[in-house]
């Protein structure tokens, strides 16, 4: 997808949205070193990363119903093998939260330490957008974390 991984594809492209304008993000745990707003600034940064072990949320509560089209998430992990699982969720305004995809990665430091996942949807009218992440499905010893997220 991307000829340079430590950038997500499209990067550059203006239509991607800009987050601090039109949503409020939530999460469960925040390193300080690594907040959450780095995972969805247009201009790069350093990723979000949780301050603990385990299972992680992040919400993307909008400000008014959004149509999306494209999703895409970038995952680095250079440092432990471990097998990750990721579930996407949206919801419209008063409805039932229905899921986009859940999808499996195993990070291995001697091979593939980069997942970059896209999707392209058609969705209308949505007000909540969630990303559950689940580090270490085998030892549960990992830190959830999200070098990069793009929504157009």
């Known amino acids: 997808m991307t000829s340079d991984p430590d950038q ?17 993000l939530e999460v469960t ?8 707003e780095s995972a969805f600034s247009l201009n790069g940064g350093a990723g979000w990363r949780a301050s603990q072990k385990g ?9 008014g119903p959004m149509s999306l089209h ?4 970038l995952f680095r992990e250079t440092e432990c093998e471990r097998m990750q699982e990721f579930t996407l969720r949206w ?5 039932p939260t229905k899921e986009i995809v ?3 990665w195993n990070f291995s430091p001697a091979g593939s ?15 909540v957008l969630e990303l559950a992440i689940q580090p270490d499905l085998g030892r549960h010893e ?10 157009g």
Do not use: K
């Open 102 to 104: 859940r999808q499996q």
């Open 29 to 36: 745990s925040e390193d300080p070193s690594f907040p959450i």
């Open 113 to 127: 330490t980069t997942e970059v996942e896209e999707y392209m949807i058609d969705l209308n009218a949505v007000s």
């Open 8 to 24: 997500p594809h499209g990067e550059s492209d203006p239509g991607w949205l800009d987050l601090d304008q039109i949503a409020t």
């Open 70 to 73: 494209r999703i895409q998430l």
């Open 142 to 151: 990992a830190v959830a974390s999200l070098a990069a997220c793009r929504l």
């Open 55 to 63: 299972e992680q949320q992040i919400r993307i509560i909008f400000d």
């Open 91 to 95: 919801s419209a305004a008063g409805g």
